[in-house]
């Protein structure tokens, strides 16, 4: 069981906007604005997408935003294309003793 | 361009030790950090721990505390992990990455080297 939850999986047509929760505790996400996002596609190695919460590395499309409000931070991918399919994971630095904490990750289909 | 390039696939018998290595280039390797992430098969991300390059300083994840060790070697920017007592359950891929932000978000990744645990 992960320390983060997010949602299965998610779904969307190409051109609308999606949104992934990613729900920790004040430990963690409540905590810090630390949280991050990393797109995975099968068989590769993840893919920084978001830092900080909401800052966007660069070469990254502006279509890729972040934010957070209490214990959970949110992934909104809008204009969706079919390159977006992939797995999209969050990250949480958790203090001195935990560390870092993930979600177990949502499978973002484009329809 | 930043590169980290990870050793090949190991097939290990349980109870064995692996240690992977991660070769970097194209940044000062002593300015960041190395973390180490494994991934199960079918499974989600796992941290396991971090290494200054700088000064060598470590963090562990608990569950793995006793049975990894994170080394680096700035003579030839490379970054090492080893694990001892290996059970079925550590199959996975393991990948290198580094801590940009100095407090676990990772701008580059390795290629990942898979280990295989199997009797």
């Known amino acids: 069981q992960s320390a983060l939850t997010q949602p299965a999986s998610v779904s969307g047509s190409p051109g609308q906007s999606i949104t992934i929760s990613c729900t920790g505790t004040?430990?963690?996400?409540?905590?810090?604005?630390?949280v991050s996002w990393y797109q995975q596609h099968p068989g590769k190695a993840p893919k920084l997408m978001i830092y900080e919460v909401s800052k966007r590395p660069s070469g990254v499309s502006n279509r890729f935003s972040g934010s957070k409000s209490g214990n959970t931070a949110s992934l909104t991918i809008s204009g969706l294309q079919a390159e977006d399919e992939a797995d999209y994971y969050c990250c949480s630095y958790a203090g001195s003793s935990t560390h870092v904490v993930f979600g177990g990750g949502t499978k973002l289909t484009v329809l | 361009q930043v590169q980290l390039v990870q050793s090949g696939a190991e097939v290990k018998k349980p109870g064995a030790s692996v240690k992977v290595s991660c070769k970097a280039s194209g940044y000062t390797f002593t300015s960041y950090g190395i973390s180490w992430v494994r991934q199960a098969p079918g499974q989600g991300l796992e941290w396991m721990g971090w290494i200054s390059a700088y000064n060598g300083n470590t963090n562990y994840a608990q569950k793995l505390q006793g049975r990894v060790t994170m080394t680096t070697d700035t003579s030839t920017s490379t970054a090492y992990m080893e694990l001892r007592s290996l059970r079925s359950d550590d199959t996975a891929v393991y990948y290198c990455?580094?801590?940009?932000?100095?407090?676990?978000?990772?701008?580059?990744w390795g290629q990942g080297t898979l280990v295989t645990v199997s009797s």
């Open positions: 990455a580094r801590d940009f932000t100095m407090v676990q978000e990772w701008d580059y």
């Open positions: 004040s430990s963690d996400v409540g905590s810090y604005n630390l």
